[in-house]
C-alpha cells in the first residue's frame, strides 16, 4: 500500500512539474488570445471581418437564376430613347399597362411619384386599377423635407420605403425591412410588400407584431433579424428589423428588360406571367447606385464589358439591391435557402479561444521553425475552408479574430517554447561539462589517492604533491568551463588546460587524447610493459558531429584512466580501432585485475557518459572480462552508409539534448 501511494505521489509530483513548464509557454500564448479577443470585442477588427465576409460571398459557387424575379431598367438609352427624364408619366403609365397585360404576380416601381397636380393625368388610373402596383416612398429621414412621398392615390399597404443602410466603411451589406419613423408609423420595405404579395398568392399568410423588432413570418419561415454584434459586427444600430442581405451568386441573377423593348413589346410574355417585376433606373447619370463588394458581377460592370470583376468596389444599383431582398426572402419561404446566420457571442469567443489552444499545442508539439509554420499554414487554410463551407450553408462564423488567435498563439508559443527550452539546454550542458570536468580531473586524482592510502603510506612530500595537484585541478574548471562556453562546441577542452580543436581529422586528435593521458601520473600505468601505439585510420570516414567528437575523446579518456586508476599489475594496455562492413569498433584492453565492484563499474559517471555516447550513435557500450585476466571496455556502432542514416546520427543529439532537457525540468 506503501509503494502504490509513494508511485502515485511521485507521478504527481512528475505532472505538476510538467504542467509548471507548459504554463511558463502556454501563458504568453493565452495572453494573446486574450487580447485579440479584447480587440474584436472593441470594434477594431470590424473592417477586417467585413472584408473577409465579402471575399467569401464572392466566391461562393454559382447558384441557379431566379426566374420568379424580373428586373425592367431604365438605362441611358431608354432616356434617350424617351428624349427626356425624369421619364413622363404618359411613358411609364405606358409601360404599366403592357407589363400588366402579361399578368405578373406583382410589380414594384421604383421610381418617385409623389405629384398631386401632374399635367399628365395617364398614371392616376393605373395606380386605381391595378391593385398588384407598389409604389415607393422615403420616409424614414428625420428632417421631413429630406424624405419623399408616395403617389397620394396608393394605400398604405400598396407602398414601401426605399431606404438603404450603408457601413461605415461605404459598402452595402444589410437591409431595412422594417421599421417606425420618426413619427411612430410602422412601415415596410419595398422588397417585403413585394414578397408579401407574391406569396399571399401562393397562400402563404404574413405576420409581424406592432413593433418593427418583432418576429417577421411568412408561415412557417421567419426571417433572421440583424443585432448589434451579428458576425463581425460590434456595437452596430439594430433598429428596426434589419436583415443580412444573402446575394444570389450568379453573373446575371435576375432576367433584366430595358424600358424600349417593354414599350415596343418586344419581350416574351412567358418572361412576366406570375412574376414579380420591379421597376428601376439602372442609368449611371442617376444617382441611384451603391458601393458593393460582395458580388462578382453587377448590372454596372456588365454594361462595363467586365465579368467576374476581381474589384472590391462595384456599383450596384437600388433596383438590383430590392431585386436581391426580395428573392432573398421568396426563396427562403419557398426553396428553404438559406439565410445569413450568426452565432451568440459566447460561441464565437469559445470558437476564437479553441483556434488559439490549437494554435498554442502546435507551437509546444512542433519544436521545429519550419514544422510549425507549416501546420499553422495548414492548419490556417482548414480554417478557411470551414468558414467559406459555413458561409455556403448561411453561417457567418468569424473568421480574422480567428485566424489571428491561431497563427499569433502558435507562434507566440512556439518562441516562447524555443527561448525556454533553449535556456533548459544551456543549462544541461552546463551541468553536462561541469560533471565531465569535475570527473574526468579532480575525481580521478582523489581516486588514485584514495587508493594509495589503502595500499601503503604516502610520504608527506608525495601527499603535498598529490593535494597540489588535486587543487589545481579543482581551481581550474571555473576556466574550463569558461572556455567551453565561449568555445561555441568548436573545442573541448581537458583537464592540464589541454585544448582539442574539434575541426582535427578524428584519428589525429584520438591519438592525442591517447598519448596525453598516458602521461598522467597514475599508479597502474607504471607497470605497463607494452605499448603498441594505436592506429585510429579506420576512423577517418566516420561522420560525427562536433559533440559526438567530444563524447568519444571523453570516452577514450574515461577508459585509459579506468585503466590507471584500478587495474593492478597490468603489463599491456591496447587500444583497438576496426572497422567492417557494417560498423565501427573502438576497444581499450588490459590484462590487469581489477579489484574495484561491478557494481561501481555499471552505475559510474564514466560509464553513464559511454551509455549515452552509444545511444546518440545508436550503437552499443560494454564492458567485460578479457581472457585469460583483464578488462575489455568496447564502444561499436554502425556505419551510416546512407544520407538518411547520417541524418539519423547526426540530429540525434538533438533529441537526446531534449530528452535530458525534459528530464532536468522535471527533477527541478
Same mark, same amino acid.
Given at each position: 500500500?506503501?509503494?502504490?501511494?509513494?508511485?502515485?505521489?511521485?507521478?504527481?509530483?512528475?505532472?505538476?512539474?510538467?504542467?509548471?513548464?507548459?504554463?511558463?509557454?502556454?501563458?504568453?500564448?493565452?495572453?494573446?488570445?486574450?487580447?485579440?479577443?479584447?480587440?474584436?470585442?472593441?470594434?477594431?477588427?470590424?473592417?477586417?471581418?467585413?472584408?473577409?465576409?465579402?471575399?467569401?460571398?464572392?466566391?461562393?459557387?454559382?447558384?441557379?437564376?431566379?426566374?420568379?424575379?424580373?428586373?425592367?431598367?431604365?438605362?441611358?438609352?431608354?432616356?434617350?430613347?424617351?428624349?427626356?427624364?425624369?421619364?413622363?408619366?404618359?411613358?411609364?403609365?405606358?409601360?404599366?399597362?403592357?407589363?400588366?397585360?402579361?399578368?405578373?404576380?406583382?410589380?414594384?416601381?421604383?421610381?418617385?411619384?409623389?405629384?398631386?397636380?401632374?399635367?399628365?393625368?395617364?398614371?392616376?388610373?393605373?395606380?386605381?386599377?391595378?391593385?398588384?402596383?407598389?409604389?415607393?416612398?422615403?420616409?424614414?429621414?428625420?428632417?421631413?423635407?429630406?424624405?419623399?412621398?408616395?403617389?397620394?392615390?396608393?394605400?398604405?399597404?400598396?407602398?414601401?420605403?426605399? *431606404?438603404? !443602410?450603408?457601413?461605415?466603411?461605404?459598402? /452595402?451589406? +444589410?437591409? =431595412?425591412?422594417? #421599421?417606425?419613423? @420618426?413619427? &411612430?408609423?410602422?412601415?415596410?420595405?419595398?422588397?417585403?410588400?413585394?414578397?408579401?404579395?407574391?406569396?399571399?398568392?401562393?397562400?402563404?399568410?404574413?405576420?409581424?407584431?406592432?413593433?418593427?423588432? *418583432?418576429? !417577421?413570418?411568412?408561415?412557417?419561415?421567419? /426571417?433572421? +433579424?440583424? =443585432?448589434?454584434? #451579428?458576425?463581425? @459586427?460590434? &456595437?452596430?444600430?439594430?433598429?428596426?428589423?434589419?436583415?443580412?442581405?444573402?446575394?444570389?451568386?450568379?453573373?446575371?441573377?435576375?432576367?433584366?428588360?430595358?424600358?424600349?423593348?417593354?414599350?415596343?413589346?418586344? !419581350?416574351?410574355?412567358?418572361?412576366?406571367?406570375?412574376?414579380?417585376?420591379?421597376?428601376?433606373?439602372?442609368?449611371?447619370?442617376?444617382?441611384?447606385?451603391?458601393?458593393?463588394?460582395?458580388?462578382?458581377?453587377?448590372?454596372?460592370?456588365?454594361?462595363?464589358?467586365?465579368?467576374?470583376?476581381?474589384?472590391?468596389?462595384?456599383?450596384?444599383?437600388?433596383?438590383?439591391?430590392?431585386?436581391?431582398?426580395?428573392?432573398?426572402?421568396?426563396?427562403?419561404?419557398?426553396?428553404?435557402?438559406?439565410?445569413?446566420?450568426?452565432?451568440?457571442?459566447?460561441?464565437?469567443?469559445?470558437?476564437?479561444?479553441?483556434?488559439?489552444?490549437?494554435?498554442?499545442?502546435?507551437?509546444?508539439?512542433?519544436?521545429?521553425?519550419?514544422?510549425?509554420?507549416?501546420?499553422?499554414?495548414?492548419?490556417?487554410?482548414?480554417?478557411?475552408?470551414?468558414?467559406?463551407?459555413?458561409?455556403?450553408?448561411?453561417?457567418?462564423?468569424?473568421?480574422?479574430?480567428?485566424?489571428?488567435?491561431?497563427?499569433?498563439?502558435?507562434?507566440?508559443?512556439?518562441?516562447?517554447?524555443?527561448?525556454?527550452?533553449?535556456?533548459?539546454?544551456?543549462?544541461?550542458?552546463?551541468?553536462?561539462?561541469?560533471?565531465?570536468?569535475?570527473?574526468?580531473?579532480?575525481?580521478?586524482?582523489?581516486?588514485?589517492?584514495?587508493?594509495?592510502?589503502?595500499?601503503?603510506?604516502?610520504?608527506?612530500?608525495?601527499?603535498?604533491?598529490?593535494?597540489?595537484?588535486?587543487?589545481?585541478?579543482?581551481?581550474?574548471?571555473?576556466?574550463?568551463?569558461?572556455?567551453?562556453?565561449?568555445?561555441?562546441?568548436?573545442?573541448?577542452?581537458?583537464?592540464?588546460?589541454?585544448?582539442?580543436?574539434?575541426?582535427?581529422?578524428?584519428?589525429?586528435?584520438?591519438?592525442?587524447?591517447?598519448?596525453?593521458?598516458?602521461?598522467?601520473?597514475?599508479?597502474?600505468?607504471?607497470?605497463?610493459?607494452?605499448?603498441?601505439?594505436?592506429?585510429?585510420?579506420?576512423?577517418?570516414?566516420?561522420?560525427?558531429?562536433?559533440?559526438?567528437?567530444?563524447?568519444?575523446?571523453?570516452?577514450?579518456?574515461?577508459?585509459?584512466?579506468?585503466?590507471?586508476?584500478?587495474?593492478?599489475?597490468?603489463?599491456?594496455?591496447?587500444?583497438?580501432?576496426?572497422?567492417?562492413?557494417?560498423?565501427?569498433?573502438?576497444?581499450?584492453?588490459?590484462?590487469?585485475?581489477?579489484?574495484?565492484?561491478?557494481?561501481?563499474?555499471?552505475?559510474?559517471?564514466?560509464?553513464?557518459?559511454?551509455?549515452?555516447?552509444?545511444?546518440?550513435?545508436?550503437?552499443?557500450?560494454?564492458?567485460?572480462?578479457?581472457?585469460?585476466?583483464?578488462?575489455?571496455?568496447?564502444?561499436?556502432?554502425?556505419?551510416?552508409?546512407?544520407?538518411?542514416?547520417?541524418?539519423?546520427?547526426?540530429?540525434?543529439?538533438?533529441?537526446?539534448?531534449?530528452?535530458?532537457?525534459?528530464?532536468?525540468?522535471?527533477?527541478?
Amino acid at each position: 500500500m506503501k509503494i502504490a501511494l509513494s508511485t502515485q505521489s511521485n507521478l504527481w509530483k512528475k505532472v505538476h512539474k510538467e504542467l509548471k513548464l507548459w504554463r511558463e509557454v502556454v501563458l504568453p500564448g493565452l495572453s494573446v488570445v486574450g487580447i485579440i479577443m479584447l480587440v474584436r470585442s472593441t470594434g477594431l477588427l470590424q473592417s477586417q471581418e467585413w472584408l473577409a465576409f465579402d471575399q467569401l460571398l464572392r466566391l461562393r459557387p454559382n447558384e441557379a437564376v431566379d426566374s420568379r424575379v424580373v428586373i425592367v431598367g431604365i438605362d441611358e438609352d431608354d432616356i434617350n430613347y424617351v428624349g427626356r427624364f425624369p421619364i413622363p408619366d404618359k411613358e411609364i403609365a405606358q409601360m404599366l399597362s403592357i407589363l400588366n397585360s402579361y399578368k405578373p404576380k406583382v410589380i414594384g416601381l421604383d421610381l418617385f411619384r409623389d405629384k398631386r397636380n401632374s399635367a399628365d393625368a395617364e398614371l392616376v388610373p393605373v395606380w386605381r386599377e391595378n391593385p398588384n402596383l407598389i409604389g415607393v416612398e422615403v420616409a424614414l429621414n428625420q428632417k421631413q423635407s429630406f424624405n419623399v412621398k408616395p403617389p397620394p392615390e396608393l394605400p398604405a399597404q400598396r407602398v414601401g420605403f426605399a *431606404d438603404l !443602410i450603408v457601413d461605415p466603411d461605404g459598402k /452595402l451589406r +444589410r437591409g =431595412l425591412i422594417a #421599421s417606425k419613423t @420618426y413619427t &411612430g408609423e410602422l412601415k415596410y420595405s419595398l422588397p417585403l410588400r413585394l414578397a408579401q404579395f407574391y406569396l399571399r398568392e401562393q397562400g402563404i399568410k404574413f405576420a409581424h407584431g406592432s413593433r418593427s423588432f *418583432d418576429p !417577421i413570418k411568412f408561415g412557417s419561415s421567419r /426571417l433572421v +433579424r440583424f =443585432l448589434p454584434d #451579428s458576425g463581425g @459586427y460590434v &456595437g452596430t444600430d439594430a433598429n428596426g428589423f434589419q436583415m443580412l442581405l444573402n446575394f444570389r451568386s450568379h453573373p446575371q441573377p435576375f432576367r433584366t428588360i430595358s424600358l424600349r423593348d417593354v414599350l415596343n413589346k418586344k !419581350i416574351d410574355p412567358s418572361w412576366i406571367r406570375d412574376r414579380v417585376v420591379i421597376v428601376g433606373m439602372t442609368a449611371p447619370s442617376v444617382k441611384d447606385n451603391f458601393i458593393i463588394s460582395a458580388v462578382k458581377n453587377t448590372l454596372y460592370t456588365t454594361a462595363l464589358g467586365v465579368e467576374n470583376s476581381a474589384n472590391q468596389y462595384q456599383w450596384i444599383y437600388g433596383v438590383e439591391v430590392h431585386a436581391h431582398a426580395t428573392s432573398q426572402i421568396i426563396s427562403h419561404v419557398l426553396d428553404r435557402r438559406p439565410l445569413l446566420k450568426v452565432w451568440s457571442e459566447i460561441w464565437e469567443y469559445l470558437w476564437i479561444l479553441a483556434w488559439g489552444l490549437l494554435g498554442i499545442i502546435l507551437g509546444l508539439i512542433l519544436q521545429s521553425p519550419a514544422k510549425t509554420l507549416l501546420s499553422l499554414g495548414v492548419t490556417s487554410t482548414g480554417l478557411v475552408g470551414i468558414c467559406y463551407i459555413c458561409l455556403v450553408l448561411g453561417w457567418w462564423i468569424p473568421l480574422v479574430p480567428t485566424l489571428l488567435a491561431l497563427t499569433s498563439a502558435g507562434l507566440t508559443t512556439f518562441f516562447f517554447d524555443r527561448d525556454l527550452r533553449t535556456l533548459l539546454e544551456q543549462r544541461s550542458l552546463t551541468l553536462k561539462r561541469s560533471f565531465e570536468a569535475i570527473h574526468n580531473g579532480p575525481l580521478q586524482s582523489l581516486a588514485v589517492m584514495l587508493r594509495s592510502f589503502g595500499e601503503k603510506e604516502i610520504e608527506s612530500e608525495n601527499l603535498r604533491a598529490q593535494l597540489e595537484q588535486l587543487n589545481r585541478e579543482l581551481r581550474a574548471i571555473p576556466e574550463y568551463l569558461t572556455q567551453e562556453m565561449l568555445s561555441r562546441n568548436d573545442s573541448v577542452y581537458l583537464e592540464g588546460n589541454e585544448v582539442l580543436d574539434l575541426q582535427t581529422p578524428i584519428a589525429e586528435m584520438l591519438y592525442y587524447v591517447y598519448d596525453i593521458t598516458l602521461r598522467r601520473n597514475f599508479q597502474g600505468f607504471t607497470t605497463i610493459q607494452s605499448f603498441i601505439p594505436p592506429n585510429f585510420e579506420p576512423l577517418d570516414e566516420c561522420n560525427l558531429n562536433a559533440n559526438q567528437k567530444r563524447s568519444l575523446y571523453i570516452f577514450l579518456q574515461e577508459a585509459l584512466c579506468n585503466v590507471g586508476k584500478h587495474s593492478q599489475g597490468a603489463t599491456r594496455l591496447d587500444v583497438v580501432c576496426t572497422r567492417s562492413s557494417r560498423e565501427y569498433c573502438l576497444q581499450v584492453i588490459d590484462n590487469g585485475f581489477v579489484s574495484i565492484s561491478k557494481n561501481y563499474q555499471r552505475h559510474g559517471q564514466g560509464t553513464e557518459q559511454a551509455q549515452d555516447l552509444a545511444r546518440q550513435l545508436r550503437g552499443r557500450f560494454r564492458r567485460y572480462p578479457h581472457s585469460p585476466q583483464g578488462t575489455v571496455c568496447e564502444l561499436a556502432w554502425p556505419i551510416a552508409s546512407n544520407w538518411w542514416q547520417q541524418f539519423l546520427y547526426l540530429g540525434n543529439w538533438n533529441f537526446l539534448v531534449k530528452q535530458n532537457i525534459k528530464s532536468i525540468s522535471i527533477k527541478k
